[in-house]
């Protein structure tokens, strides 16, 4: 049976799902969504969920951060805490940088065709030609930080405001003031034009909107929100709503601020036409917060972008106003994960919030979970239901969750736990039960129910003050007749059924952080702070193996190649995959840049994910058979390179076989090519020699100098060093890391020629002799 076990050898990364927005502005281009973090700016395809691209520094201690951006598409420019302005082209790549020469950071920036505007908080805008960097105007009369920087899309204008909310319109030939509009009392957060190119329309924290004609300074309407506006958006002249129809003569905007939903005004009219109803955006906190930060609308699909101040991205479709997909952008710390459905089509992401957020595998688009009134710490999939799902948190409860087509709900809620509740398990052949455990050192076993009503109580119907100390792991063994605890007791305990205790597994000398049992042998494994991975028989509560290598805390370890092998994630930012009869870390994989606390296994083992304190959510590809053939595929090329050379050695083709051999990196061949290219005479080797590329007598030359380490070997060795250096001093040969090479070689050519000077001179001392001695022996004949 352990033949036919296919054993994994390495994973690699499919995909990186980390922090692509941390705030700041988000415009919305064609398919991709340009996002700001603190050092870069990400490049999302709406399409697949993926960040294409990354353009800027990576978020370091040293890196220049990013105040603001904009783009065309074809070019982005960001200004930097530095005090420079960056131009980047559509790979990534710095084009042009200068000072902006503001006093104090840039707040808007904005790009039409050759120039750029910059509003800084010393209240002064500036125009840029970008084709020489330099400023052409310098704009003044706002007052405070500028919010509002637009320029006309018909006219040589330019709209810009501050914190007076006063809306000065500039006339960018020459910088005149050419129009004030004054009718907000308070910050005016956004402006944008109508179709019609007559009019505008301008929001602010005075919770109005007010419409307004180009060539006049009086308001034509002022329209009541009973909300300080954040955004506003121009719709087109025809598109549809639910239950409404645009009228093609009016006026329409959406707006999104405070109360955290969206709605469409005929401004014209001055009504209130649509009001979202399915909003995903939490409501704003009592300190006053803006629950919507941003609202993108796109021409190409008809839809609308929320940017809510929880870093998430809603897109919504303008006609049914159905969400389309919701992207998160920022995920902070990974607390746990886990597959959902069938054929693992969702992902359940505990993080540090009170939602679960549930992915789509294939897509990354996302929902959010509430239920949960503190942050959710442990999830746990059905083996039996793959469309249960348990979670419990910080809020001393666990819960049910049951997944229909594409949507979940609660259905279930325990709430007997007097503490946070670290960790839960389903049973294994079944969904009659669940455990929990948690800081109160209670381990829990609750009942689940087989009718499917939604937040039905579940009702607990054992309990055990189960460790000394928190417990940070519960499972249940394959047949559901064992329960195993980690505890920061340094101790894990096995239970039945019941919550009676079985024994203590003792060893681990600081607290365990995860158990987990064998899914064919009476075995469990534990993960302890002490930089450990334990094996312990279930039946005597012995210790059976211990596995080290991670060199901090091993938070979690899973089996996986049933039973035969164990996948162990680290603070250290490492997972380390070991073979569990040798004993040896067959591969790890680095990846995360802090510690691991989440990990999933795909029912096939084909995948893993994890997640962490890095904000990093990895989808890992078992390439075990990628490997194998990757593996034979270069055996067989080898062995057809290997015969080849040999049918190049029996022809007697030795220059073929010495660029072959060069290349396979067989210096016994190419030293053996070298003595038969010898015997055929001096010159023979010179034009051997001087027929090799560049790169090839580069190899040669580290050949020789191997050789030249051997005093057998040394004739061929420095006939060949001979004829590379003539061919260097010609500048036929112009190798990389010559003085390396030579350096090699110089000690043993010296040494080569004492001796051979030496054997000299005892020949000439021999023939000496012989001389001497011929007279002698005529005389005494």
């Given amino acids: 049976m352990t033949n036919k076990i296919k054993l994994k050898e390495s994973f690699d990364v499919e995909s990186k799902h980390g922090a692509f927005y941390t705030g700041g502005n988000v415009e919305w281009l064609e398919d991709t969504l340009y996002c700001q973090t603190n050092s870069n700016i990400s490049l999302l395809n709406v399409e697949n969920g993926l960040v ?19 783009t065309d598409g074809q070019r982005i420019i960001s200004s930097h805490k530095s005090g420079l302005l960056k131009m980047w082209n559509e790979s990534g790549e710095i084009e042009k940088m200068w000072k902006y020469i503001h006093k104090g950071p840039i707040a808007k920036l904005a790009l039409n065709e050759n120039k750029l505007a910059s509003g800084g908080s010393d209240g002064i805008v500036r125009i840029w030609d970008l084709q020489f960097q330099s400023c052409l105007l310098s704009l003044r009369g706002c007052q405070g930080v500028i919010n509002v920087v637009v320029f006309d899309p018909v006219r040589n204008l330019i709209f810009v405001s501050g914190d007076d909310g006063k809306i000065n319109c500039f006339d960018l030939e020459n910088g005149n003031l050419t129009f004030i509009y004054d009718a907000h009392f308070s910050k005016v957060t956004s402006v944008v034009f109508c179709h019609d190119s007559k009019h505008f329309v301008s929001s602010g924290r005075d919770k109005v909107i007010i419409l307004w004609e180009l060539n ?220 929990s455990v948690s800081q109160d050192t209670c381990l829990k076993l609750w009942e689940i129910p087989s009718n499917r009503e939604k937040n039905a109580s579940l009702n607990c119907n054992f309990t055990e003050v189960a460790h000394q100390k928190d417990i940070n792991c519960v499972t249940v063994s394959p047949n559901d007749k064992i329960i195993a605890t980690a505890s920061q007791d340094k101790t894990a305990k096995l239970w039945t059924d019941s919550l009676t205790l079985v024994g203590i597994l003792r060893g681990h000398k600081r607290g365990v952080w995860s158990i987990r049992f064998s899914p064919i042998d009476q075995v469990v494994v534990t993960s302890s702070a002490d930089c450990t991975v334990k094996l312990w028989s279930v039946a005597d509560l012995n210790c059976l193996k211990t596995l080290e290598g991670h060199e901090s805390s091993v938070l979690k370890a899973e089996f996986l ?8 994630a680290g603070a250290d930012g490492l997972l380390k995959l070991f073979s569990i009869k040798s004993s040896e870390c067959v591969s790890t994989l680095d990846q995360h840049e802090a510690r691991i606390w989440a990990l999933a296994i795909k029912r096939d083992e084909s995948g893993i994910v994890t997640g962490g ?25 080898l062995a057809l ?48 020699i001087r027929a090799l590329r560049n790169d090839q007598k580069e190899s040669l030359l580290k050949c020789a100098t191997n050789w030249n380490m051997n005093s057998k070997n040394c004739q061929p060795a420095q006939l060949v060093l001979n004829i590379l250096l003539n061919e260097l001093q010609t500048g036929e040969f112009r190798p990389v890391g010559l003085s390396s090479s030579i350096e090699g070689a110089l000690p043993y050519t010296e040494r080569h020629f004492k001796r051979l000077t030496q054997l000299l001179q005892d020949l000439q001392f021999i023939n000496y002799t012989v001389n001497c001695m011929q007279p002698h022996a005529k005389s005494v004949d």
């Fill in 52 to 70: 294409e691209k990354t353009v800027g520094q990576e978020n370091s201690e040293d890196a220049d951060f990013i105040q603001t951006f904009t």
């Fill in 216 to 435: 006049t300074t009086t308001a034509l309407r002022t329209i009541p929100t009973y909300e300080a506006v954040e955004v506003i958006v121009s719709l087109p002249s025809k598109f549809k709503l639910p239950g409404f129809k645009a009228d093609p003569e009016s006026v329409y905007v959406a707006s999104a601020g405070e109360k955290g939903i969206v709605k469409v005004w005929d401004v014209r009219k001055a009504k209130e036409v649509f009001v979202q109803s399915n909003s995903f955006v939490s409501p704003s906190s009592e300190e006053g917060g803006l629950a919507i930060t941003n609202l993108l609308f796109n021409k190409k699909s008809k839809a609308l972008a929320v940017v809510s101040t929880e870093h998430n991205l809603i897109i919504h479709h303008l006609k049914s106003f159905a969400c389309l997909k919701q992207f998160i952008g920022f995920s902070d710390e990974i607390l746990d994960v886990s597959f959902v459905g069938k054929n693992d089509t969702f992902l359940a992401v505990a993080t540090n919030s009170n939602d679960i957020k549930l992915y789509d595998n294939a897509t990354m688009n996302c929902q959010l979970l509430k239920g949960h009134t503190d942050l959710v710490l442990s999830l746990n999939t059905s083996k039996t239901n793959a469309d249960l799902l348990l979670s419990s948190g910080k809020d001393n409860t666990i819960r049910l969750w049951l997944l229909e087509g594409s949507t979940m709900s609660c259905i279930g809620i325990g709430m007997r736990h007097t503490g946070s509740v670290g960790s839960v398990s389903f049973s294994q052949t079944s969904t009659n039960f669940a455990v």
């Fill in 561 to 568: 190649s049933v039973g035969m092998q164990i996948l162990s």
């Fill in 613 to 637: 304190s890095d904000s990093v959510l990895i989808k890992w590809k078992d390439m075990t058979e990628e490997l194998k053939m990757k593996r034979q595929k270069e055996a067989e090329e």
């Fill in 641 to 688: 390179q290997e015969q080849k050379l040999s049918n190049y050695i029996h022809n007697d083709e030795l220059l073929k076989a010495l660029k072959l051999a060069l290349k396979l990196d067989r210096p016994v061949q190419v030293l053996r090519i070298i003595q038969g290219v010898i015997k055929k005479g001096d010159t023979g080797l010179a034009d051997t």
